[in-house]
């Protein structure tokens, strides 16, 4: 959601926080902020829009210093302001940046204003301020200062504070919020996300929950939730610092749909061969526990939700056990029944995402087999704390909607399938499965060859309000994501269903201002379909079909259909499928003149509840 950098350094810090925000732009944030500390005395800039408005502001009124700290905001406690932006400051040059929600900051608001501070906004983060100030005062060390503090704190956070008393050092805290300190040479880092500190440096540390660490140029200290001093592991990131950049296209969007076969492909590197799944692929003690298997339960949000609904059907399709899909959101909020040796799925892009994180804390306590996280972060905290991890390899994805994210969870949870479906009795085949999928980045690239055509065709979606996405079977979460792919980017109202269900409430939408899209493997259900897109027909609905090579669809009166360049096989299918309703959605989105990377009220990675 929000991103944080942060800089301890001889030379002037205020080009790496600069560029540090530019590279966190794709998580999404409405306000931008900077407070440095030069000479001693704290500085600080707010603006409301994006960072090129900050910089203009500081290009207005430069500022140099070697201490630092900067933010994005997106807006959860206060609407989209400077005076609710980040950094918010107390009495005697405390400045503070924090990613999360405090769920007590009422409580704490309240005695802080009977003890004479005034609040200038309506956030939460001003409480926190206020309350390293108040402790500040019976100890001037700032590091102890937020250690109390943090320990009167309710809720998730990732906070960087700095304040004149101590000009020399960053002190950082984690709680449900990613921090990662970056190291240099006679200087050091911390941010949120790995990729604002790529331009600086490759080595990085990765804060535990309620972590509290001092940062400065030469010294590093941290101490745990228990107030044990503590070293965390260095690790070396092996991205590449463009691997943020837009290069020859004209969005992250476009440049991740494009990059699908590749992501693909490093998906399924190192982890199949010679006609099979290597029974490395998911750990070491993976194959035993996935031979007890007797049950799957997945929960997930938004895109990696619909990832997991298509995998139900893998699952209980290939394998024979029966799965079940979850809203994390819902899930950390029942008390499920849970078979004996069932395995808990947890999919995340960021590994961050805080219902799906809550969820899997509560499976940890619940009675089942083992858990397993399918993520695209490796240093993320729900990779850290499942049991079992597979990660998807489609490096950063700047673009908020989602799209190599989304394809790579599908190849890992085909994977997980095969695994599940070795030595079952009645699944198919390993090899024919493992064949399956390493054809898949060849048809991807095929599939990207219509481009051009479902450009032509988004002209005719940009001037309407609302639309219908139509899928069966697995088809049907590639329609939900297909609607949620054109209303997060172009602002019209989109809405899957399974097509059966039109006769059930849907139909009495049809008319010829709706357009209607509709997915069409060649499959057992296809026949099914056909009669389902009859029903719109018949009513004055436009169709617009996308549909195997060997369907038997053609485009006549009231229907235009566009055909895959190979036909494909069920498991390929939903990944295969996705792609035209990526590019339906992006090309409508750019005719309609949206943000399309970073679209309006959305964020990258939803660190809160």
């Known amino acids: 959601m929000c991103g944080i950098v942060g800089v301890v350094a001889e030379r002037n810090s205020v080009p790496i926080l600069m560029e540090g925000l530019r590279r966190l732009e794709y998580r999404g944030y409405d306000s931008a902020g900077i407070a440095i500390l030069n000479c001693g005395r704290l500085t600080r800039l707010r603006t409301v829009g994006k960072v090129r408005m900050l910089q203009e502001a500081l290009d207005a009124s430069p500022t140099v210093g070697h201490v630092g700290i900067a933010h994005t905001r997106w807006a959860t406690h206060g609407v989209p302001t400077t005076h609710n932006a980040h950094p918010h400051v107390s009495r005697d040059g405390v400045a503070i940046v924090h990613n999360g929600i405090i769920e007590n900051h009422e409580i704490l608001r309240s005695q802080l204003t009977g003890l004479g501070y005034v609040f200038t906004s309506e956030t939460d983060t001003e409480v926190v301020a206020h309350r390293i100030h108040l402790h500040l005062g019976s100890s001037a060390d700032l590091f102890e200062a937020v250690r109390k503090t943090v320990a009167e704190l309710r809720g998730a956070y990732a906070l960087a504070v700095v304040c004149e008393a101590d000009p020399e050092c960053i002190v950082v805290a984690r709680e449900g919020c990613p921090v990662v300190v970056g190291l240099g040479i006679g200087e050091n880092f911390v941010a949120s996300d790995v990729a604002a500190l790529l331009p600086v440096t490759r080595s990085f540390m990765f804060l535990e929950e309620g972590d509290v660490a001092e940062i400065r140029r030469t010294s590093i200290k941290i101490l745990d939730s228990g107030g044990t001093l503590v070293s965390r592991q260095v690790s070396e990131s092996n991205l590449a610092a463009d691997a943020v950049e837009r290069g020859q296209y004209r969005h992250f969007m476009l440049k991740e749909i494009h990059e699908q076969p590749r992501s693909i492909a490093q998906t399924l ?47 209980e399709q290939i394998c024979r056990i029966p799965a079940r899909v979850e809203i994390a959101s819902e899930y950390r909020y029942r008390d499920p029944v849970t078979t004996p040796d069932t395995l808990f799925v947890t999919i995340s892009q960021s590994g961050e995402t805080a219902d799906t994180l809550a969820a899997l804390r509560n499976a940890k306590r619940a009675k089942y087999l083992s858990t397993l996280t399918i993520c695209n972060v490796a240093e993320s905290s729900m990779v850290r704390e499942s049991e079992l991890v597979l990660l998807t390899r489609a490096g950063p994805e700047i673009g908020v909607a989602s799209t190599k994210a989304f394809t790579t969870q599908l190849t890992a949870l085909a994977l997980l399938t095969v695994a599940l479906a070795k030595n079952r009795p009645g699944a198919m085949d390993e090899q024919a499965l493992v064949s399956q999928l390493l054809q898949l980045p060849g048809l991807v690239e095929k599939t990207l060859k219509l481009d051009a055509t479902i450009q032509a065709l988004a002209q005719v979606f940009a001037d309407k309000n609302h639309a219908l996405f139509l899928g069966r079977g697995p088809l049907h979460a590639i329609a939900l994501e297909g609607a949620l792919k054109l209303k997060e980017i172009s602002y ?55 549909a195997d090579p060997q369907a038997g669809m053609r485009s006549e009166d009231g229907i235009t259909v566009i055909e895959l360049p190979a036909p494909v096989s069920e498991l390929q299918a939903p990944i295969v499928f996705a792609i035209p309703m990526q590019l339906l959605a992006y090309h409508v989105a750019v005719l309609k003149g949206t943000d399309v990377d970073q679209p309006r009220n959305l964020a990258k990675s939803l660190t809160v509840e």
């Open 269 to 315: 590197e190192e982890r199949v061969a010679g006609g099979r799944l290597l029974d490395a692929a998911f750990g070491p003690m993976a194959q035993q526990i996935f031979k007890n298997v007797k049950a799957v339960h997945i929960a997930a949000c938004g895109t990696s939700f619909h990832a997991g609904l298509v995998a139900s059907y893998f699952i």
């Open 492 to 546: 019209i109202h989109a809405e899957g269903y399974a097509a059966a269900e039109l006769k059930h409430g849907p139909l009495a939408l049809i008319d010829e201002d709706m357009p209607v899209v509709a997915v069409a493997p060649n499959n057992e259900l296809l026949e099914k379909l056909k009669s389902n897109l009859q029903e719109v027909r018949a009513r004055g609905g436009k169709l617009f079909v996308f």
